[in-house]
């Protein structure tokens, strides 16, 4: 942290960014961490492959991020967060040349290392946990829009507090947020109640979807372009429906596939602990958690079905 610390101080211009497929901990954690170096002073600018999702788009300041990929972009540090790898910011590898310091700030266990200065910490619960350690390090005072950002990254990464990523800690950290002005009640609506017709009519017909390998431990979803188009939903509210799948009793290791633009199938893997699903994403060229990882494949939704489940079924037998 104190390296991390030291090259803010060092710099005056930044560039904000996360993983693509933007959710509730890579948005609240690069709001957060904007804010803190408003507070100090800093000129700084979010720029992520990805648009906010609709759900999210009430976060403070989420109307500032950019998608531009402006190669002119003033910078001299990039602040990475949430991303176990560059390959993982999209687009914006493009703007973040030699010559500029990269700040790397995460709790992948897959984190591959890549900054200049590097903070990672599996046991942290969030990105926005670390951001938040840093707002209380350096000494600067939190806003109510700080502590909204903070919050809303803990609580969407560690399942609404159901995760193992929970500890004592992070219950103090979200109990400290709390107390700035939030309403936990209307925050959950915010993230979790505010769907359409739409929305709803689209978990429907991917729970249809659901299959079981024949020893009934491997269960896994689609979410196909038609599915998206049919039901005029987006692709990120699609986050979570993995957990469904991963409820089912016996089943150990949870699998959803979504199509996505250019041939490319985003793949989520969720396990229950007794499989390591890091290690299956990251021969994929993916990451993440032992519990919850995921990878981009090109191909078809049936040819990364194929490899996938064999990868999984060879770490479920090979234990």
Known sequence: MQAIIEAINKYSKFLITAHINLEGDSLGSQLAAKQLLDSLGKASVIVDSDPVPEHYKFLPMADGISNKIDKGLDFEAALVLDCPTMKRIGHVRDLITKDKFVINIDHHISNEKFGHV????????????????????????????????????????????????????????????????????????????????????????????????????????????????????????????????????????AVIFREEAGGKINVSFRSKGEVDVNKIASAFGGGGHVKASGCVIEGTLAEAEKKVLAKVEEALRGR
Request: net charge negative.
């Open 118 to 253: 590097n903070w990672v910490d599996p046991n942290a619960s969030s990105a926005g946990e670390m951001v938040y350690k840093l707002f209380k390090e350096m000494k600067v005072g939190l806003t109510k829009e700080a502590a909204l950002s903070l919050y809303i990254a803990i609580l969407t990464d560690t399942g609404s507090f159901n995760y193992d990523n929970t500890s004592s800690v992070t219950h103090e950290i979200a109990g400290e947020l709390l107390g700035y002005g939030l309403d936990p009640a209307r925050v959950s609506e915010d993230v979790y109640e505010r769907k359409s017709v739409g929305d709803i009519k689209f978990l429907g017909l991917v729970l249809s979807t659901l299959k079981l390998n024949k020893s009934q431990d491997v269960a896994y979803l689609e979410v196909t372009k038609s599915t998206m188009d049919e039901t005029g939903s987006e692709a990120a509210k699609s986050e979570g429906f993995v957990n469904y799948a991963r409820s089912i009793n016996n089943v150990k290791v």
